[in-house]
């Protein structure tokens, strides 16, 4: 366990997923609102000053027309133009004459003339004569677009129109875009909340299934992990079917392993058990002979038992050889690599066989050419004399025996021993590289083997990278080596 505290996290990494996509969802969709409005807002306004400024100088031309209309029996309060024909409400005019006196003011929704204030009169004063359109806060008549034009006489001619109606227009626009947009955004808030709610519900069940395979009790008893994500939850085309078929992948790599650990453990058990089980036979028979001369008072039985007794254990330094030799392959450090002539070495071997079983009928299939291998030639020897041995003591007498080594083209040397006996049973076959594994008939006193032979052959051609197989039927038994040249 890690005594590390846990990092402190902070902001939007301490955020569930659904959260973060949610909130950058409807922000994202808040600026984009936003951008809409601002964009169709500024458009609108250009479009609105657009025709404003049209209808002010159509305005200035019935200004400038009607510059030089009388003055009303009424009374000369402001310029004449304000009422030619057409000029509508809120127009503002303004008649600055040569001296600077001015006279200005606003027609009104009665159609009557108001005043403006002298800092509005001011402002109008000091508009520029350019015949182009100026937008000017008048003080309490509000903001205008105005356009000073100067008379053929000197005179200064201003004609307004109110900007108030389009502000107002652009406001109420405003006002009817942010309302859809806020009610828009709660939808999306809500619909978000719950399409991610369901997007996001199979990684619960992901995380369900992680959560009951970390719950096993995986250190004892059953090493079956019968937990995986649900096949609808693991489809590698989404990216939650993605986790999910990761995860199953990686419970069944745990699985395998598991089994594997669990299978070589019941191999060891099993190893150490029949280890045991072949060494208890010769020591007690040590046992029962060295008792057996302690009583004893003849001679010849004494002679007798201690030659009992010197086989037994012969018999089990043989054993413990053997166990100790094969403990090394599976430790295999250093292996020795050294150039071993095959076809020498099986000519001796062949040669040693044939003193040992003369009975049988031994022959040689080699070629003059050397097949020259790395490795360790002891081991290789060996590989060869637990092949002979075995065809000479698992065949009657009179079973011939062929040993042959050749190399193949695709440069590997192949070696085989095949005899024409009884063959080995079907059932032995697959498991007759295992530890102790050996036929019935072997169990025999007179064969007497313990069935580590073949385990020896197959560590020791592993240990050199290569490969041992067996083909048998009554009459016909042959076991291939393949090593690497
Ligand atoms: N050439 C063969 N013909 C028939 N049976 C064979 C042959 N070679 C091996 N076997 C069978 O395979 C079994 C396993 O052989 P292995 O060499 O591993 O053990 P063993 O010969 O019984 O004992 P050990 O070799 O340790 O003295 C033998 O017991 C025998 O039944
Ligand atoms: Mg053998």
């Known amino acids: 366990m890690s005594s590390n505290p846990p990092t402190e ?58 510059a030089d209309l009388p003055p009303p029996p ?37 159609g009557d003339f108001e005043d403006v204030s002298a800092s509005a009169q001011q402002t109008l004063k000091d508009l520029p004569t350019d015949r182009k359109p100026h937008t000017r806060d008048l003080g309490e008549v509000g903001e205008y677009r105005l356009i ?11 004609t307004g129109l109110p900007m108030q109606p389009m502000q107002d227009t652009l406001a109420q626009l405003g006002l009817i875009m942010a309302g859809v947009s806020v009610m828009g955004l709660a939808v999306l808030g809500v ?37 995986r994500v649900p096949e609808a939850d693991a489809n590698p085309r989404t990216e939650v079917g993605q986790v999910g078929a990761a995860l199953n992948r990686m419970i069944d790599h745990v699985d395998n392993a598991l089994r594997a650990r ?16 072949e060494l208890r036979t010769p020591l007690a028979a040590i046992r029962g002979y060295a008792e057996l001369a302690r009583h004893s008072q003849e001679p010849t039985d004494i002679v007798h038992s201690l030659n009992r007794v010197e086989m037994a254990s012969a018999r089990m330094t043989t054993l413990v050889e053997e166990l100790l030799l094969l403990a090394r392959l599976d430790a295999a450090k250093n292996p020795v690599r050294e150039p ?13 066989a044939r003193v040992a079983g003369p009975d049988h009928r031994w022959q040689l299939d080699v070629g003059s050419d050397p097949v020259v291998v790395q490795g360790d030639s002891t081991q290789l020897h060996q590989v060869v004399a637990n092949l002979l041995s075995n065809a000479r003591t698992h065949t009657p007498p009179s079973t011939t025996v062929i040993v042959g080594v050749r190399q193949t083209h695709n440069r590997s040397a192949v070696l085989t021993v095949a005899d024409d006996g009884p063959g080995i049973p079907a059932n032995l076959q ?6 102790f594994a050996r036929g019935d008939t072997s169990r025999s006193r007179s064969a007497g083997g313990s069935g580590l032979g ?17 083909n048998s039927e009554p009459g016909r038994t042959i076991f291939t080596v393949t090593l690497p040249v």
């Open 148 to 158: 000073a034009a100067e008379t053929a006489g000197g005179r200064t001619i201003i």
């Open 340 to 352: 071993v002539d095959l076809t020498r070495l099986v000519v001796d071997a062949a040669s040693d």
């Open 454 to 470: 073949l385990a020896i052959v197959a560590a020791i051609v592993a240990a050199h990278h290569g490969d041992v197989t067996v």
């Open 430 to 435: 697959s498991e007759i590289f295992e530890r």
């Open 191 to 227: 619909a978000g909340a719950w399409i991610i709610r369901i997007t996001l519900w199979p990684l619960r069940r992901v995380v369900v299934a992680a959560r009951r395979v970390s719950e096993l009790p995986l250190h004892e008893g059953e090493v079956a992990v019968p937990i």
């Open 262 to 277: 669990q299978a070589s453990e019941t191999r060891v058990r099993q190893f150490v058990a029949d280890a045991s089980h």
């Open 74 to 110: 009424d009374g000369d309060r402001g310029p004449r133009f304000l009422f030619a024909p057409g000029q509508g409400e809120n127009t503002l005019g303004a008649d600055i004459d040569i001296d600077g006196n001015i006279k200005a003011g606003v027609i009104n929704s009665k």
């Open 9 to 66: 996290h902070r902001g939007l990494a301490n955020w569930s997923l659904r959260a973060r996509l949610l909130v950058v969802v409807v922000a994202l969709m808040t600026v984009a609102c936003l951008v809409i409005g601002v964009v169709t807002e500024l458009a609108l306004r250009k479009y609105l000053l657009g025709q404003l400024d049209d209808r002010l100088t159509s305005a200035v031309d019935r200004s400038v027309a009607g």
